[in-house]
């Protein structure tokens, strides 16, 4: 894997580590103040999805990672 795919892949691995940090900061947070300033429920659900979807994304990312990693591994025997 030459140097320009590895900068890439770090690239794309920090980006799907923030996605997961902030998703998760930002779901805990919404989770406790949704109740304590009165949204009703179906927002809370709301914010779960955003989340899922979120967290889907970074997964979907990682797997190509992971993928990119292997080919270039085989490419190299």
């Known amino acids: ?17 923030l996605v997961i940090a902030v998703t998760m900061t930002l779901w805990v947070l919404l989770q406790w103040a949704a109740p304590a300033i009165g949204l009703p429920g179906r927002y809370a659900l709301l914010f779960d999805f955003a989340a899922l979807a979120a967290l889907i ?8 990672m992971w993928q990119a990693r292997r080919a270039s591994r085989e490419n190299q025997r």
Do not use: F, N, P
């Open 1 to 17: 894997m030459s140097e320009a795919e590895d900068k890439a892949l770090a690239r794309k691995g920090r980006t799907a580590g």
């Open 57 to 64: 994304w970074a997964m979907v990312v990682i797997y190509q």
